[in-house]
């Protein structure tokens, strides 16, 4: 018994030196209070990330039958270049003489009209159309560039004509447009969710001269990014076709340089910078305002801006512009 015992006591002290050990290890594995709030800290920032606001314009003045056509592409695009978010529309302009007077009614966009635009088989115009910005989410320039049509201009792949069965020739056109514009509206956000929404408006101005018909379409373009109800990107364009000579329901001629966007500096100096700077300007302003606040920004007579914060950067007139923001802030989805 007595030579049995210190092998006990031995095999006991090995045993609790080996528990002591894991013991030790063991706890500084194990996170503190202080590491689990580190941990949830962490977990639960958001992480803030870059985008890109950008708009596309596809203008196609129809001589002969003095029409034009426009269609606009508004995509949020991510720091790999993949769409985020992508809203169309379209507005159509013909010009008409009653008794040598051209109606200058300004015409509505395909979204603004909303059902009243017309049926087809697979829902209305503005349908068909967010079907197919639905599906360019997470496609990039080269994926879009890559959609096959066939000659009219409709979808060949059988999942994206399932729910689109206009010719998107000039939607995919714009949405090009976009990717390649020079004049992005860069924001970052923390945000998981976005709504956006994008708006068109339009004016009609008789500009005869020595006796020759010619009418004026301009439009005005604006994409708004929202979070809470909050503008977190906005971005503006416009666009000017005059179709010239007009007799008998054709033009011969359609004088368009491009919107004001894509002509940049070349659209002329200002005091303030050129048009895009003047209301890139005023669009970075407005970033975290509601529709309300937009609205209630006040014009003088003459359509410009009389705050001085907001005047010291954008001096031109603005009345259809922030008409047209408010109506994209309306329409975001």
């Not at 194990?30 to 985008?51: A, F, G, L």
């Not at 302009?93 to 008794?99: G, H, N, R, V």
Request: glycine share 6%.
């Amino acid at each position: 018994m007595k030579k049995i015992l210190p092998i006990i006591i031995a095999v006991v002290a090995v045993i609790i030196v080996a528990v002591v050990a894991i013991v030790l290890i063991t706890g500084n594995n194990t996170p503190s209070v202080d590491d689990n709030n580190n941990n949830d800290n962490t977990n639960n920032t958001p992480t803030e990330k870059n985008y890109n606001l950008a708009i596309g314009v596809v203008a196609n003045p129809a001589l002969a039958s003095a029409k034009v056509t426009e269609t606009v592409a508004a995509i949020v695009t991510d720091a790999d270049g993949k769409i985020v978010l992508c809203r169309f529309d379209c507005i159509e302009f013909a010009a008409k003489y009653t008794d040598g007077v051209l109606d200058t009614t300004a015409p509505i966009s395909k979204v603004a009209k909303g059902e009243s635009y017309g049926s087809m088989p697979k829902g209305t115009w503005y349908v068909q159309a967010d079907a197919l910005a639905a599906n360019l989410v997470g496609k990039t320039q080269a994926e879009v560039a890559a959609i096959a049509l066939n000659e009219k201009g409709k979808l060949t792949d059988a999942e994206l004509a399932a729910t689109c069965s206009i010719a998107v020739t000039d939607l995919l056109k714009a949405v090009d447009n976009a990717f390649k514009s020079e004049h992005k509206t860069a924001f970052k956000s923390t945000a998981t969710e976005f709504k956006a929404g994008l708006a068109v408006t339009a004016a009609v101005a008789d500009t005869a001269k020595d006796g020759v018909n010619n009418a004026k379409f301009s439009t005005d373009f604006a994409a708004t990014v929202l979070v809470d109800g909050k503008i977190v990107a906005n971005i503006l364009d416009y666009a000017e076709v005059e179709l010239k000579n007009i007799a008998d329901g054709a033009a011969a001629e359609a004088a368009y340089k491009g919107t004001k966007r894509e002509q940049g500096e070349s659209y002329g100096s200002m005091p303030k910078g050129t048009w895009y700077v003047q209301v890139d300007a005023l669009s970075a302003k407005l970033v975290g305002k509601t529709q309300a606040e937009v609205a209630a920004i006040a014009l003088n007579e003459k359509g410009k801006l009389t705050d001085a914060d907001l005047s010291a950067s954008c001096s031109i007139a603005v009345s259809s512009i922030q008409k047209t923001i408010v109506a994209s802030i309306a329409a975001a989805k």
